[in-house]
């Protein structure tokens, strides 16, 4: 195919407006944009020293805080009644103050024969958020949401269309990850062979629900340290965990130094600054050559294979010669670094744009592999229930549902 008289669809709203600043160009949103009252402070904000002094504040032997981690890590308990380990005297002072509700469920969803359930939580100021818990042949994958809304306007997502509510903090995005843990061990979620009866909870975390998670840098890394933490956390493998960032190259270095080998992708969705500006507002600030040696940095420290996001667009990105020209740039890299993850867009509200045909999705991947690219379609969950990949969006009924909830 010629590279000559293909159509360059840019990205266009219909149904609604993108937002724009004071110079009209798109809205990046990288503070809440009035001050809120601060989520209730809970034990998985702190580090295991900071829990020790805040019980002994409390009048409590250190300890006590190591008892209460295992209740809410290992076993999911929040109930002072089941903590029969600690004195009665305190008890409910103790858990009030350090274990307060922080996610009240207000609807859960359910598809692929029970295999994904799709939450929408609640929090203490009225923000929801949501994430999806899924099933796979061996490991249990739970896409958690970092921001309620986010900043970053990228015109193909959902979630980008309402702006940033706020910040999550570090328990928030935690207490998803016990809740759901809680479900699955309640015998809530479905697909467990009969006969099976392994505990299971949730192996592998996605960075990939509502938000931009390098854009709330430091309660994220509290939140991934706590699910890495073997003795007082939730002890889970960090290569299980990957962080999926839109490109913010001053926030990947930082990761790089934090020397912990989460699983690192990066949402490129376009291999030139010409799209890649219209895609992703944030390429106004960091263009595709500096993320990528962000990326490849980020490899050779941690030596984890980094993945790229590229959402195939009708054509908008799909062009042969773009899956020619990204593996250009990422060979030009090194070899061995980066595998290519394209995800045919999933539909949003109003959106004009299209997932790429089957045969245009086949010869993308086609010339990567080629090219020596691993690259593989990913798999999408959840798009029965809104559930999928930039379709996590707070709507008008959830908002409805949600006064209904306490
Ligand atoms: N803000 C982070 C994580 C959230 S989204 C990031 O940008 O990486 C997780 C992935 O879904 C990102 O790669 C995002 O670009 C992609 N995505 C967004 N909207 C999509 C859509 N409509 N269809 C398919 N993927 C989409």
């Not at 809440?32 to 601060?38: E, G, L, N, S």
């Not at 598809?111 to 099933?135: C, N, P, Q, Y």
């Not at 106004?284 to 962000?294: P, Q, T």
């Amino acid at each position: 195919m010629s590279t000559t008289g293909i159509r360059q669809v840019k990205p266009k709203a219909e149904g609604w407006q993108q937002r724009k600043d004071a110079e009209g160009r798109p809205l990046l949103q990288f503070a809440a944009p009035r001050r809120v009252t601060k989520p209730p402070q809970h034990l998985a904000d702190l580090t295991p020293e900071e829990r020790v002094a805040k019980a002994k504040e409390l009048g409590l032997p250190g300890f006590r805080a190591k008892q209460l981690a295992k209740h809410y890590f290992e076993h999911f308990t929040r109930d002072p009644e089941r903590m029969t380990d600690l004195p009665k005297d305190g008890r409910e002072e103790l858990v009030a103050s350090m274990l307060p509700n922080l996610l009240t469920e207000v609807r859960r969803l359910q598809t692929d024969g029970g295999d994904t359930i799709k939450f929408l939580w609640k929090l203490h100021d009225g923000a929801l958020v949501e994430s999806v818990l899924m099933r796979y042949p061996g490991r249990i994958t739970l896409c958690v949401s970092s921001q309620a809304g986010c900043g970053m306007n990228c015109p193909f997502c959902a979630t980008g269309q309402n702006g940033l509510t706020r910040n999550m903090s570090a328990a928030e995005i935690v207490d998803q990850v016990v809740r759901a843990n809680e479900v699955i061990a309640n015998g809530e979620l479905g697909g467990k062979r009969d006969g099976d009866n392994s505990a299971e909870r949730v192996s592998n975390i996605v960075f990939m629900g509502m938000g931009e998670p390098l854009a709330n840098y430091k309660r994220v890394m509290q939140a991934v340290r706590t699910m890495i933490d073997k003795q007082q956390g939730l002890g889970m493998s960090a290569r299980g965990i990957t962080v999926s960032t839109v490109g913010l190259a001053p926030a990947i270095r930082k990761l790089t130094d934090e020397d912990i080998p989460v699983t690192f992708a990066l949402s490129l969705h376009a291999p030139d600054d010409e799209l890649r500006d219209e895609m992703i507002p944030v390429n106004s600030r960091w263009k595709v050559d500096e993320v990528l040696d962000a990326a490849r940095a980020y490899f050779d420290k941690t030596g984890r294979r980094v993945s790229i996001e590229y959402a195939l667009i009708k054509d908008m990105n799909d062009h042969p010669w773009r899956a020619d020209l990204l593996a250009e740039k990422l060979n030009a890299r090194g070899r061995g670094w980066v595998h290519v993850n394209p995800i045919p867009l999933n539909p949003t509200p109003g959106s004009v744009w299209d997932a790429s045909p089957i045969a245009a999705q086949r010869e993308f991947v086609r010339r990567l592999n080629d090219a020596g690219i691993p690259t593989t379609i990913r798999d999408t969950r959840g798009k029965e229930i809104d559930g999928a990949c930039g379709q996590l969006v707070v709507t008008e009924e959830d908002e409805r549902a949600s006064a209904d909830v306490a």
